[in-house]
């Protein structure tokens, strides 16, 4: 047996044992989910939040821009594993709620400090004079905001969006401190389980890198989509 062969033999055992002896696969199929549904999640509370703080702080009120302004500074200056901690083991502790529904709850209240600032500087990239327009014919700060302001915005920051995505899906590798298994937490077991390392963590880099793939990909058609009524 040539050296390529022997090395190829090995590679076959080693992912037979990883993946395919006692069902092992399996538990990375259900991190898939657990990853997959803490991102989604977790978007949808980030662009709430991150809207909220965004007019927070491009507001003229003193009080609503110390606000946003404290809550940017304090989340974005500590890690995200600390939070996760405090809000599942803190806050979250008599809480009945499933785990990965706390977790996504704590990756969203992250992810909107830094979304917060992504929006605020959409919103500040639109020419003023758009506003003044809107004003102009009528309309009263809200409506020129949602109807003529955001829209434009949307545009510009929507790249920046599409990163902290694909960030915040790679940082949901840290659940396991809560006990859920996610695909990081569902390698690590099968790396314990089988006195492998190699395997496990390939394995687990691949599935990440599919995942972001895809959606990169998926991104890249809507933005295009929204690009379509740019004049150039």
Not at 46 to 56: E, Q, V
Not at 73 to 96: C, E, H, K, W
Not at 163 to 183: P, R
Not at 196 to 217: D, H, N, Q, R, S
Request: proline share 2%; charged share 15%.
């Amino acid at each position: 047996m040539t050296g390529i062969q022997a090395w190829f033999s090995d590679f076959c055992n080693s992912f037979e044992k990883c993946f395919i002896r006692e069902d092992r696969y399996m538990l990375l199929l259900n991190g898939i989910g657990i990853t997959i549904k803490i991102s989604i999640l977790a978007v949808f509370i980030g662009i709430l939040i991150g809207m909220l703080i965004a007019m927070c702080n491009l507001s003229k009120r003193k009080l609503p821009k110390i606000f946003g302004g404290i809550y940017t500074d304090v989340i974005r200056g500590t890690p995200s594993v600390t939070q996760l901690m405090i809000i599942y083991f803190v806050i979250f502790a008599t809480v009945n709620l499933d785990k990965w529904i706390i977790a996504a709850i704590a990756f969203g209240v992250n992810s909107g400090a830094y979304v917060s600032e992504i929006i605020r500087g959409g919103i500040l990239s639109v020419d003023h004079g758009q506003t003044e327009a809107g004003r102009s014919l009528g309309l009263n700060a809200f409506q020129t905001m949602t109807r003529i302001v955001i829209p434009q915005a949307v545009k510009n920051i929507f790249p920046a969006l599409c990163n902290e995505f694909i960030v915040l899906i790679k940082e949901t590798a840290i659940v396991g401190y809560v006990g859920l298994m996610d695909i990081q937490k569902a390698g690590d077991f099968i790396k314990s389980a089988t006195f492998e390392a190699f395997m496990p963590l390939v394995g687990t880099a691949v599935i990440y890198y599919v995942l972001i793939k895809i959606l990169t990909l998926i991104l890249r058609q809507i933005e295009k989509q929204l690009r379509k009524s740019d004049v150039r």
